[in-house]
């Protein structure tokens, strides 16, 4: 089976890029053992602070974001960072050619269950002219993306990366530690009749998104003619996994639950790496009225509602809203 580092030569991906993914990747391997660990390796429960989001920090976000950070930042290509768990942007070198930002631990609340959680990463250009902890540094479009991925640490540790030609799939060989080439094209199929939907929600949803789920629990006997299941991970990473394994719609929109909340994924290091690799895998990834590469950030941490997977589904879902 082929080694990260060949595949992503054959793509002729740039060699500088290359290093900056193999480091992000390296600081993963630390994390998936850490994971691994568990209670033996006191990785479990929270700590006493809360990060940008108001969120109670968990042990694992805490450590790796600082295993992410610590590596990046020795990076010579590196010249900033933005992470979920990092108020601001975080300078790196100088004369870096690239910005990163990451959820080190994406699906906290999974942690203590031992369930699905992940790191997601996202690489753009820097900037030229701007310093390098220049906010207007990640104001950037989706589609300016060079790579985005994530790891999965799963019952196996998998990476789904994309440079732009397609989508690839790596499973963390733990016997000699590199990622091999599991899944050379992942392509998500158009059509689906499995959603992914927080429906504790459903109160608080706007009317668009109550009358299209409501659509689909109709099942055979509504105007979709067809049953639909459901499944909700709690971790967008294991969520848009299934979905790139098996196609799929994963949905978390805006609703009224709290005005200075109106969406809770992050659009940086949350929805735009997924939607590159939805995209390079045939789906669609879109906010309800635009797609989401096309979004340009403003804020570091803004939120925006996402609607993803299987191309069909998500033309259809979209077209509640329009
Ligand atoms: O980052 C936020 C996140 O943990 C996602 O991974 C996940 O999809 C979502 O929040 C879960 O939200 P909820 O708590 O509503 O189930």
Not at 25 to 54: M, Y
Not at 179 to 204: C, G, H, K, W, Y
Not at 215 to 241: P, Q, S, Y
Not at 281 to 292: F, M, V
């Amino acid at each position: 089976m082929q080694r990260l580092i060949y595949t992503l030569k054959q793509d002729q991906v740039d060699l500088d890029l290359i290093m900056v993914i193999r480091t992000v990747l390296a600081s993963c391997k630390e994390i998936a053992f850490r994971v691994g660990q568990g209670a033996l390796g006191d990785v479990l429960g929270s700590t006493l602070d809360e990060n940008i989001q108001g969120e109670t920090q968990k042990k694992l976000d805490v450590i790796a974001n600082q295993l992410i950070k610590n590596m990046l930042l020795t990076e010579s290509n590196v010249a900033a960072i933005a992470s979920e768990e990092e108020d601001d942007i975080v300078a790196g070198n100088a004369n870096g050619k690239y910005i990163i930002a990451f959820d080190p631990l994406d699906g906290s609340s999974n942690i203590d269950i031992n369930g699905q959680i992940g790191t997601i990463f996202t690489i753009f250009p820097a900037v030229e002219g701007l310093a390098q902890d220049d906010p207007r540094q990640f104001q950037q479009k989706g589609r300016n993306q060079l790579a985005a991925g994530y790891v999965l640490y799963g019952p196996s540790t998998m990476l789904m990366l994309t440079t732009g030609k397609g989508t690839r799939c790596f499973t963390l060989d733990k016997t000699h530690g590199g990622f091999l080439l599991t899944d050379e094209q992942v392509s998500v199929p158009a059509e689906t009749q499995e959603f992914s939907i927080n429906m504790a929600n459903a109160r608080f949803w706007y009317e668009p998104t109550s009358r299209y789920i409501d659509d689909l629990l109709l099942g055979e006997t509504g105007v979709r003619k067809k049953r639909f299941n459901m499944r909700w991970n709690a971790a967008m990473v294991g969520d848009i996994h299934r979905v790139l394994s098996r196609g799929g719609i994963f949905m978390y929109p805006s609703d009224n639950r709290d005005p200075n909340k109106p969406a809770k994924l992050r659009l940086l290091y949350e929805a735009y790496p997924m939607a590159m690799l939805v995209e390079n895998a045939g789906g669609r990834a879109s906010n309800g009225t635009a797609d989401i590469l096309d979004l340009e950030l403003e804020t570091l941490h803004q939120r925006v509602p996402v609607i993803m997977g299987s191309s069909k589904e998500v033309e259809i879902s979209t077209s509640y809203y329009t």
